[in-house]
């Protein structure tokens, strides 16, 4: 008998036999790599789409208990859904397993993500077999009227049309007349099937610098000018019957049209920005096109072998942290990774802890560690210990809308969640980025 019920995100577990993923994982972070892997850049529309617009309410996941008496749920429908989750909250999760450039594309969302959701509604299953009906209809077309029933292109159409999102060439006919290019008169002489004919063709679509994307025009030319020339040039052919049906009646026919138009007549498409926008949109400097970089090899000779820098040193007047500290100076971090990951969890919250009783800041014990750490920071800099450059990456890691905020969320996983491994990479890169703060807390 299935039910529903609110889980927390923590204890939700990617399923390990999801007939997406190929061969046997070590673990959850195994798991979403595989997830981010499989899906590429579909998972990271999947996670734009959850920023601006939440989970869909009408569509729950399926879960069943991982073992009697556990707290932790096996996703049995929705593991897309739970990678996208867990990655806008940390993105680096998946670096070194994907494109850089795909890792770049999560950390901008996780900026943007101001609701983290906490909590995700499942139907809860007893046992696998139980989902196995309904996923199988989700996933295996419409099964003579059992499945999703998909709709065609009237019915997509007549749906937009209702919602009050208009189809392509009406987007475009705005936008130009929305500008001034053309009046609207020239709009209502355009044959309507014509313009239509002539965008549904991705190679007429690049040369004017525009696409669609889930009905959507959009652009990656920068400036709105070069972009409407195009636009203009071919609503002005069809709306004067320079251009008529039978001009661009096939494929190649719109293709040599297209083709035909002078250079100045159409945008220039060879620097194009690294997003797209929707057609009339501001751009901005996010959007704009990033110099190429060279992926980093996921495994390089000149990593350290310890959490600590070599030669990096503390004066750690407290003897329990002192020997937590000196052991994190020796504990190998590809043997001993989570040893390393719950230890410089404890060793952050407890130096942070002596700094607040040191210098009597008053802050409650019993606060969270981003509070505390806060706290610490506003007092480095009232001592001139550090500037504000210098806090900048603890500031970001206490605000929850952070991409760094995540260091703070995967570190609380790798010591409460059994499921959870943490990655040498990560921990050495948190160390690098937290150094200076733990440096002026014990100075």
């Not at 709009?187 to 063709?201: A, D």
Request: proline share 4%.
């Amino acid at each position: 008998m299935a039910k529903i019920g609110f889980i927390s995100l923590n204890n939700l577990l990617i399923d390990t036999d999801n007939p997406r993923l190929e061969g046997l994982l070590q673990d959850q972070r195994a798991a979403i790599c595989a997830v981010a892997v499989n899906q590429g850049p579909k998972l990271a529309v999947l996670a734009k789409d959850i920023v601006e617009n939440g989970l869909n309410p009408s569509d729950s996941l399926i879960v069943t208990q991982l073992e009697e008496q556990s707290s932790y749920f096996v996703v049995l429908e929705g593991n897309r859904r739970v990678a996208a989750l867990k990655i806008l909250e940390d993105p680096g999760l998946i670096a070194g397993a994907v494109e850089d450039t795909l890792v770049s594309r999560f950390r901008k969302l996780s900026t943007q993500y101001k609701d983290f959701v906490k909590e995700v509604q499942c139907v809860i299953v007893n046992e696998r077999a139980d989902a196995t009906h309904w996923i199988e209809l989700r996933h295996t077309g419409e099964n003579d009227g059992a499945g999703i029933v998909r709709w065609g292109g009237k019915e997509t159409a007549r749906f937009r049309q209702r919602s009050g999102q208009k189809e392509s060439h009406l987007q475009v006919l705005d936008f130009l007349e929305g500008r001034g290019d053309v009046s609207k008169e020239t709009c209502q002489k355009v044959p309507v099937t014509s313009l239509k004919r002539l965008l549904t063709n991705p190679y007429v679509r690049t040369k004017l610098g525009i696409d669609l994307r889930s009905g959507v025009v959009v652009t990656r030319v920068e400036d709105d000018n070069d972009v409407a020339k195009g636009l203009k040039r071919v609503v002005e052919d069809l709306a004067s019957r320079d251009v008529r049906v039978k001009d661009i009646y096939t494929r190649d026919d719109r293709i040599k049209y297209i083709d035909s138009l002078p250079p100045e007549d159409l945008p220039d498409t060879s620097n194009l920005m690294s997003e797209f926008r929707r057609l009339g949109a501001p751009s901005t400097p996010q959007d704009q096109k990033q110099p190429s970089r060279t992926r980093k090899t996921a495994f390089s000779s000149k990593k350290r072998s310890t959490l600590v820098p070599r030669g990096f040193t503390l004066f750690v007047d407290q003897p329990r942290i002192n020997d937590i500290y000196r052991e994190l100076k020796k504990l190998g971090i590809e043997e001993y990774s989570n040893a390393v990951s719950v230890l410089f969890r404890v060793f952050l919250e407890l130096s942070a802890d002596a700094h607040i009783k040191r210098e009597q800041l008053g802050t409650d014990e019993k606060a969270a560690l981003s509070k505390k750490l806060l706290d610490v920071a506003d007092a480095l800099k009232s001592q001139g210990k550090l500037d504000d450059q210098q806090l900048k990456p603890i500031r970001r890691a206490a605000q929850k809308d952070s991409f760094l905020a995540s260091t703070i969320t995967t570190m609380h996983q790798y010591v409460h969640n059994p499921y959870f491994s943490p990655a040498p990479s990560d921990l050495r890169a948190t160390w690098d980025s937290l150094q200076v703060f733990i440096e002026a807390m014990w100075s």
